[in-house]
Nanobody
Framework: VQLQASGGGLVPAGGSLRLSCVVS????????LAWYRQVPTKQREFVAV???????KYANSVKGRFTISRDSAKNILFLRMNTLTSDDTGVYYC???????WGRGTQVTVSS
């Protein structure tokens, strides 16, 4: 499985971004997919996950603000991020937990 994240950028606090992760090697509807993020000096942390039945789970810090979804026709995973704060700054990675596949991350910077 190969993963390529994009969509990051610089956004003011309170703003929104949508991250995309192009998945190749497996249909997105057949596998568990997740988003993680990492800031320097901290461990990579879980953000959100979606399973083949489209059940989702979120970190408490993003619940109600972020939405994970997928487009099966295009084989893309998304992360819609609203009401961003400086605490959301980091490099965001898409991940396939089974097999621990990681894509190259995309930088999100929220200016306060």
């Amino acid at each position: 499985v190969q993963l390529q994240a994009s969509g990051g950028g610089l956004v003011p606090a309170g703003g929104s971004l949508r991250l995309s992760c192009v998945v190749s090697g497996s249909p997105v509807s057949d596998i568990i997919l997740a988003w993680y993020r990492q800031v320097p000096t901290k461990q990579r942390e879980f953000v959100a996950v979606i399973d083949p039945d489209a059940r989702t789970k979120y970190a408490n810090s993003v619940k109600g603000r972020f939405t994970i979804s997928r487009d099966s026709a295009k084989n893309i995973l998304f992360l819609r991020m609203n009401t961003l704060t400086s605490d959301d700054t980091g490099v965001y990675y898409c991940n396939v937990p089974v097999g621990q596949y990681w894509g190259r991350g995309t930088q999100v910077t929220v200016s306060s």
